[in-house]
T-cell receptor, first 111, second 113 residues
Framework: GEDVEQSLFLSVREGDSSVINCTYT??????LYWYKQEPGAGLQLLTY?????DMKQDQRLTVLLNKKDKHLSLRIADTQTGDSAIYFC???????????FGTGTKLQVIP | NAGVTQTPKFQVLKTGQSMTLQCAQD?????MSWYRQDPGMGLRLIHY???????DQGEVPNGYNVSRSTTEDFPLRLLSAAPSQTSVYFC????????????FGPGTRLTVL
């Protein structure tokens, strides 16, 4: 099956940019997702990218996809304390019921 | 819309007890699923349903049963709880295959002693 890997922890200063990285193994993955989980809450979709795209920008969020290396990144510009959360990368392959999540990256924003 | 709701929020069971985690959505979504979240493991799919009366196994189905008698409800049953089932359980729904976003409930934190 697919494996999705992320680093566990990232710490940045308020106002700096954050970059969260993710790798996946299944080259047939069609959609790649970024979800955000705040303490005590469920996951909320931030953004997603289709596999035929290299980049997607949505306000402060930029997603980069390197399909050759099976590498996905999420850049958050001007990071705020409200961005402190766990960020999950997920990959969809083999049908819409086959979404594999990474372990999550905990983002700590230092004021 | 209430979105995806889950009850209870917290539960403590003894080994061997059974219980049902409730999940409901009011968005008329076709697809519903159950995940468990464990430290260092991400979310793992337990069971999913693509419509009323249709369910299938995910990655870690052992020890769990589901049914989908209505579009709205998708309960998860633990038949005989084990300490290995201590986890946070999330229910999610998705409108259909053409719509990418999954909506997650707030989770149920289950401890099995």
């Amino acid at each position: 099956g697919e494996d999705v890997e992320q680093s566990l922890f990232l710490s940045v200063r308020e106002g700096d940019s954050s970059v969260i990285n993710c790798t996946y193994t299944d080259s047939s993955s069609t959609y790649l997702y970024w979800y955000k989980q705040e303490p005590g809450a469920g996951l909320q979709l931030l953004t997603y990218i289709f596999s035929n795209m290299d980049m997607k920008q949505d306000q402060r969020l930029t997603v980069l996809l390197n399909k050759k290396d099976k590498h996905l990144s999420l850049r958050i510009a001007d990071t705020q304390t409200g961005d402190s959360a766990i960020y999950f990368c997920a990959a969809e392959a083999g049908g819409y019921q086959k979404v594999t999540f990474g372990t999550g990256t905990k983002l700590q924003v230092i004021p | 819309n209430a979105g995806v709701t889950q009850t209870p929020k917290f539960q403590v069971l003894k080994t061997g007890q059974s219980m049902t985690l409730q999940c409901a959505q009011d968005m008329n979504h076709e697809y519903m699923s159950w995940y468990r979240q464990d430290p260092g493991m991400g979310l793992r799919l337990i069971h999913y349903s693509v419509g009323a009366g249709i369910t299938d196994q995910g990655e870690v189905p052992n020890g769990y049963n589901v049914s989908r008698s209505t579009t709205e409800d998708f309960p998860l049953r633990l038949l005989s709880a084990a300490p290995s089932q201590t986890s946070v359980y999330f229910c999610a729904s998705r409108r259909d295959r053409s719509y990418n976003e999954q909506f997650f409930g707030p989770g149920t934190r289950l401890t099995v002693l």
